[in-house]
């Protein structure tokens, strides 16, 4: 019998392989999305081209309007002038600050400003921001990391304000996500931005020796053409010339934003960081935490390319720590104090019982884990790598958890066999009666939650 090398969905080789290839066809997409919703139907007109990034300006600028912050920001006037730049339309608000499309006189060369709200917390904010990017920019920068220009003093309406200008770039993820006609990514455009980010998160923890903690589908932004930043600035449109729903496109990206960036060597800390959809279990309930709190962020923004849900929602910063925590484990597993040992915070003990094991309790609405989600999005053995990778980039255990180095050398990155011959054969067979029998290996990283065995937890349950 001819055996024709095994494939992944994207059509590439999954190293040597003597499996028949089966016509296995990716199942539905899950359609329960997180964030604004009714997402719009750009996508559904035949009169709209598909090859090109439309978002839904005025879909897009209306859920912004919405903000409960929106008044706290300084109110500027499109076509005024600061210094040498014209400020030539709003593009984003933030929690911290607004963005705005700029034009410099003496270049006519397009740049993004960022101007901090009023009030001397956003001011030192913002000071403390530009010394990271001074010191990013002090490495050599990053193709994959927002370039950072100047710095300046504006004096908006009597008050000081210390601008960031920066390279213009297109859309952020997020706005991919809820106001594009591109919302479905291949596999292989996830990957190809997993690696982007990857690389620019491994250039901060060990190039650069800081921690972005703030990782998100709204710090990362798509690179496009001068051609489109131009038609942006005068045009109520926004369209770009990228497809991200082809799998032959460059998808190329950069990761912005570095207003929450601690060093690697600072001192453990009480305060929470990152946003709590994205925020990483040591994040919640340890004083002490590393750069590996990115790569908890990262997996979260992967899975969220795929599947468009966020991993871990909450509705915002109020909701309790126990709150995040039964989320998390109800996707992901049960959750141990003892890997904690030591630097618990205090407001966190009473979350888990006599056991060290976290008090989980039942939600109204049923939770899928992890491994079943991905499952719905793909075939094998897509979908064996792929879980096995956010497995690793999740373990619960920051010390067992990849490095942005590490997780560039996973398999579902690099293209390489998952697993070595030898275990090939009896982890395609555990596959094929899955709903009774796991394989010997849950995952390369072995022991992602309390620390020991977990094959008959429910993050592994099937």
Known sequence: MNRAPKRRADGSPLGDSTAEDSAVQPPPKMANLSGPSNTANLGQSSSIDHSRLIIDAERESSFAEKRPDVKEHVSIQIGAIFNEYTIMKLLGRGHFSAVYLTQKAATNQYNAVKIPKPGEQFKKACEEEIKFLNAIQKAGGHQNIVQFFDSCKWIINGIDHFCIISEAMGPNLESIFYFSNQKIIPLKNVRKMATQLLNALSFLHDDVGIIH???????????????????????????????????????????????????????????????????????????????????????????????????????????????????????????????????????????????????????????????????????????TEFYDFLRCCLHFNPRKRLSAKEALQHPFINMAPLYPKADEEDHESGEKDKDNTESKKETTCEDTTTGSSTAGTSATST
Not at 230 to 255: G, R, W, Y
Not at 290 to 304: M, P, T
């Open 213 to 383: 903690a703030d990782v998100k589908p709204e710090n990362i932004m798509i690179v496009v053409g001068k051609e489109d930043i131009e038609a942006t600035a005068n045009k109520d449109t926004k369209s770009f010339a990228v497809d991200l729903c082809n799998p032959d496109s460059a998808c190329n990206i950069k990761l912005g934003d570095f207003g929450n960036c601690i060093n690697s060597d600072r001192r453990p800390s009480l305060k929470y960081i990152q946003t709590c959809q994205y925020r990483a279990l040591e994040s919640f309930i340890s004083s002490e935490y590393d750069s590996k709190i990115d790569i908890w962020s990262f997996a979260c923004v992967v899975y969220k390319l795929l599947t468009r849900c966020v991993l871990s929602p909450c509705r915002n910063d109020l909701d309790d720590c126990g709150t995040h925590l039964n989320r998390i484990s109800e996707k992901l597993g049960r959750i141990s104090n003892q890997l904690f040992h030591g630097s618990l915070k205090p407001n966190c003990a009473h979350y888990f019982g006599p056991d060290g094991i976290f008090k989980a309790s039942k939600t109204v609405k049923q939770t899928s884990t992890l491994k079943q989600d991905i499952r719905r999005m793909l075939p094998e053995p897509d979908a």
